[in-house]
């Protein structure tokens, strides 16, 4: 390993170690910032003082500052990340353990659906650039950013659930894969929209460039040049704006899983909050935000490891 | 979407009923005569509760854009002009703001009120909402203060607040004005979202908590979710598509 490429790593290594650690600040002031007394704030004037008492248990309010963030980085760093204000008994890490498996796989689904549409779409419409099959997949990507989750969800339940019957309604039973398609395609077709203007973009950059020229004067038939000349190459830069968009894909799981009343990382975190459990919304909160951050972390190395000219910068 | 401003204002005295008017009898009706656009929960009219919850959509928006606007263009601007020690605190907080996922971190600061109301929702779209316009007025003002012009009025003697505010921010009005076009779009949306999913404030109309009602009896009266959702939807493909004539017109760029 070349030590440009291992400065590159350490160095974003570090930059992602200090944003978590920024994180975990900031989702620990947020509570201590509210003027006046917090624990008033979020349990409201028609809470007991019992459990005003608990709440402020609960979140360490008890106790001077510095301590409350050296026991809150504590509990961060243990694993547990603190304990349910609701349930005493769980640690906030337990209930999340229990649901982020459904969150990942519709994560993972939706991932799926947008790649599948974008990148034969955006593909098709770089090598027909200008013209009608152009046309139609802009239009269409247009159309995909417009549609707010929070319509498409219920337009696809009523389309394929209620009058087709092809798939499962909201409620029913999960087992299956195809309860999964709906939901995907919920979160999927904002990401798709993004991702085909992106690949279609990528690839007419690919296709002016020499080697493609070069690759057809010597007779390499249209598909082959497009799949594996072109589309391979294109694809790096689309991969860093896919990750970019995990923000999105993440705030849509919260959206998709409680339109399809799924359990979820999303669905926990709306219960904590009209619970006003705190402690699991700070753990929502700042599982999410890391998530985030890691992946961005992994793609940046991924896209080091593969490209010299980003170690650079 | 002077269309929509429009009924943002006009909205509540055309409307031809009383959103919030019980009428249990008539609960649920699909359109008709009566009610252009059917009924809902309690039997109010869907017509008026759009036309009500346009205001609100339009007063969210066009505060949360004018505080993000004018908060992220003051510190992205004075990051970009001065350097250092200001555009690395600027820059790391933005850096961690947009580290969290925008809706979660809006339900993260609602879920510190007991009783959200309109205030605490804009409070909590202008969180994240500065970020985009500081990114932009910083980035313009890295340029522009190499320009020869601000270098000229610096050379001067003319103070450095007085070089930004004549000299450096009428020169970041158009793109900005473009990104906060699609900023009303996005906030609006964003609006929606909170209330759909239960977060809105508490008695006023709005078009998510209209449409998180249609989406509870979708399979039985789906014209509620129907309407309120084409609502949102045609609005925020407005504010899109107008961001991008804005851009084609005034980016000479693109030209």
Same mark, same amino acid.
């Given at each position: 390993?070349?030590?440009? &490429? ?104 939706? &991932? ?9 779409? +955006? ?45 499962? &309604? ?17 979160? +999927? ?74 359990? +979820? ?17 700070? +753990? ?30 | ?21 019980? %009428? ?10 009566? #009610? ?10 869907? !017509?008026?509760?759009?036309? #009500? /919850? ?21 510190? /992205? ?9 200001? %555009? ?31 205030? #605490? ?78 977060? /809105? ?41 107008? /961001?991008?004539?804005?851009? %084609?017109?005034?980016?000479?760029? !693109?030209?």
């Amino acid at each position: 390993m070349s030590s440009g &490429l291992l400065r590159y790593l350490v160095g974003r290594l570090a930059r992602a170690l200090l944003t978590v650690i920024g994180l975990v600040t900031i989702v620990f002031l947020l509570v201590r910032l509210i003027p006046g007394d917090p624990v008033e704030a979020i349990l409201g004037d028609q809470a007991g003082p019992e459990e005003k008492a608990e709440l402020r248990r609960a979140l360490d309010l008890d106790r001077p500052v510095g301590d409350q963030y050296l026991s809150f980085l504590g509990s961060m760093a243990d694993g547990t990340m603190g304990t349910s204000f609701r349930q005493p008994d769980r640690s906030v890490w337990s209930l999340m353990r229990d649901v982020l498996p459904y969150t990942i796989v519709l994560a993972l689904a939706a &991932l799926l659906v947008a790649w599948l549409v974008a990148v034969p779409l +955006g593909t098709i419409a770089a090598a027909h650039a200008g013209r009608g099959w152009d046309k139609l997949a802009s239009a269409t990507a247009v159309l995909g950013l417009a549609i707010p989750n929070i319509w498409l969800g219920p337009l696809l339940i009523l389309a394929f659930g209620v009058k087709l019957r092809w798939l499962p &309604l909201p409620g029913d039973d999960l087992a299956g894969p195809e309860a999964l398609i709906l939901p995907a395609i919920t979160i +999927g077709t904002a990401l798709a929209a993004v991702l085909t203007r992106q690949t279609r973009a990528a690839m007419i950059e690919v296709l002016s460039q020499q080697y493609i020229s070069a690759a057809r004067a010597r007779g390499v038939p249209s598909i082959p040049l497009l799949l594996r000349h072109a589309l391979r190459n294109a694809l790096l830069p689309v991969m860093t704006i896919g990750a970019a968009q995990l923000g999105a894909l993440l705030s849509g799981t919260v959206v998709t899983e409680k339109i399809f009343e799924r359990p +979820g990382l999303g669905t926990l975190f709306l219960d904590a909050f009209f619970a006003r459990d705190i402690p699991v919304v700070q +753990g929502c909160v700042l599982v999410i935000a890391v998530i985030y951050v890691g992946v961005n972390l992994v793609v940046d190395l991924a896209y080091g490891v593969v490209d010299p000219r980003v170690r650079l910068s | 979407m002077l269309a929509f401003f429009t009924l943002g204002v006009i909205g509540p005295w055309i409307a031809p009923y009383d959103p919030l008017a019980i %009428d249990l009898l008539n609960e649920y009706q699909s359109p008709s005569m009566a #009610h252009w656009l059917g009924t809902g929960d309690n039997g109010i009219d869907i !017509l008026s509760a759009l036309l #009500h /919850g346009a205001r609100l959509a339009a007063i969210v928006g066009i505060v949360v854009v004018g505080v993000s606007v004018t908060f992220g263009t003051a510190v /992205g601007t004075w990051a970009g002009y001065y350097g250092k020690l200001p %555009d690395h605190v600027v820059t790391g907080v933005a850096d961690l703001v947009q580290a969290f996922p925008a809706i979660v971190l809006n339900i993260a600061v609602l879920a510190l009120v007991a009783k959200p109301g309109l205030l #605490h929702l804009i409070v909590a779209l202008a969180v994240n909402g500065w970020v985009l316009y500081a990114r932009l007025a910083r980035a313009e003002t890295l340029s522009l203060r190499e320009r020869e012009f601000v270098e000229a009025a610096r050379a001067l003697g003319v103070p450095a607040h007085q070089v930004m505010r004549r000299h450096v921010v009428p020169n970041l009005l158009g793109p900005l004005v473009i990104q906060a076009t699609t900023g009303l779009g996005v906030v609006i949306l964003a609006e929606s979202t909170l209330s759909f999913l239960g977060l /809105g404030p508490g008695k006023a109309v709005s078009w998510g908590a209209l449409l998180d009602q249609g989406t509870s009896v979708l399979l039985r009266f789906p014209h509620v979710a129907l309407f309120s959702g084409g609502a949102i939807a045609v609005t925020v493909l407005g504010f899109n598509l107008m /961001g991008d004539w804005l851009r %084609d017109r005034l980016d000479p760029r !693109l030209r």
